[in-house]
């Protein structure tokens, strides 16, 4: 029997109603799903990718205990930190986050490594989750590198701890303390056996924190452990667990690399060919102010100059004027005002500071520009 056109209609209607109504719910359905499930690793050194552009890693390295990482959209928890080892050696592991190269796995688009005096700033964000029961600290680290390698073991490393959590303490001794980025850091140097390592250690504990990853290389150029023709190789911010560990979380990471485009002297952050810093101090009893003029003897001009030098025991600065000092004692950086960020060929740039000091007053043995030694008039 043949269908009336009327009936047709109405079926045809009935079925359009109906897809209507299947895409509607697939929509719905789309929407209140995950942007992607979490990604669980306990290969001992697997690895997996995150937000197209950083690496989540196990790395466990200290340990045959069973251990995994759950790589999440914004970086990582530790879901799994079985065993313990002895809180006077090294710890079990270290599970991370990077931007960079790690024996010879890189990062997906990343810019290092980079060249330390072609980069202007380098800011990084973190967020850390943390748990009792465990020793442990979290730790953010830098590797620097004389040359642009993408494997093994570099010569600097950089560490930062935010946290520390039992009866650990950094590789080497503390040699002082340190203003770096407007907070206040214990400062350990030693060494591992295979590179050397300094370590900014927090009073207290860091959730959060926002910060120029350059302000902590700057410091390690002051102090001898690089030089601004080196490379950082990578940025990683993890845990380094003793004893459990299982529920720390890295909640957020994000690392950006800026370069000034060449690494020629007069670029941003470039180094000096040639300089001459003069020293005069007038000093009284328990106190003293410093005036320092910075001289590029070069032929090119030095944009965005960075003055370093070591303060001797007992002094310490108190203020300062056209500059900015990155620290009160110890190893100390000058950074320009936007009014003197220029040092042309022949020309010189000037700042000055006040400070205390006990015992026998001394000036600085030595200057650095941008990691170039000086001389001293």
Not at 85 to 91: D, K
Not at 352 to 373: C, D, E, M
Request: include cysteine.
């Amino acid at each position: 029997m043949r269908s009336s056109p009327h009936r047709l209609r109405t079926v045809r209607a009935l079925f359009g109603a109906l897809l209507t109504t299947l895409a509607t719910v697939a929509a719905l359905l789309a929407a209140t799903a995950p942007a992607r499930a979490d990604t669980v690793v306990c290969e001992q050194f697997g690895s997996t990718v995150i937000q197209g552009r950083y690496v989540v890693q196990n790395n466990r390295w200290g340990t045959s205990a069973p251990q995994c990482v759950t790589a999440t959209d914004t970086g990582f928890r530790l879901t799994q930190a079985d065993g313990s080892v002895p809180t006077n050696g090294a710890p079990k592991s270290y599970p991370s986050v990077f931007n960079g190269c790690h024996y010879t796995n890189c990062s997906p688009g990343t810019s290092l490594p980079a060249q330390l005096s072609t980069i202007s700033s380098a800011p990084s964000s973190i967020s850390y989750g943390y748990v009792s029961g465990a020793v442990y600290n979290a730790s953010y680290d830098i590797w620097l590198d004389p040359t642009p390698r993408t494997d093994g073991v570099n010569r600097t490393e950089i560490m930062i701890w935010f946290n520390r959590v039992g009866p650990i303490q950094p590789i080497g001794s503390q040699v002082g303390t340190a203003s770096v980025s407007g907070r206040s850091w214990e400062v350990w140097t030693g060494s591992n056996g295979s590179n050397d390592v300094i370590s900014f250690v927090a009073p207290s504990a860091i959730s959060s924190w926002s910060f120029d990853v350059m302000d902590f290389v700057d410091q390690a150029v002051a102090r001898g452990l690089a030089q601004s023709n080196w490379y950082l190789t990578s940025v990683q911010a993890g845990f380094e667990p003793w004893q459990n560990g299982a529920g720390l979380a890295v909640n957020s990471f994000s690392s950006t690399v800026n370069t000034g485009g060449g690494g020629d002297p007069g670029g941003p952050g470039g180094p000096a060919t040639a300089c001459q810093v003069t020293y005069g101090t007038s000093v009284w009893q328990g106190g003293f102010t410093a005036d320092v003029t910075v001289k590029n003897t070069g032929s090119a001009p030095v944009d965005g100059w960075r003055l370093g030098f070591t303060l001797p025991s007992g002094q310490r600065v108190t203020g300062a004027w056209n500059a900015s000092l990155s620290g009160s004692s110890g190893a100390v950086t000058a950074s320009p005002a936007a009014h003197n960020a220029r040092i042309a060929a022949g020309g010189s740039q000037s700042f000055g500071f006040q400070g205390t000091y006990s015992g026998t007053f001394a000036k600085p043995a030595g200057f650095t520009l941008n990691g170039t030694a000086c001389s001293v008039a």
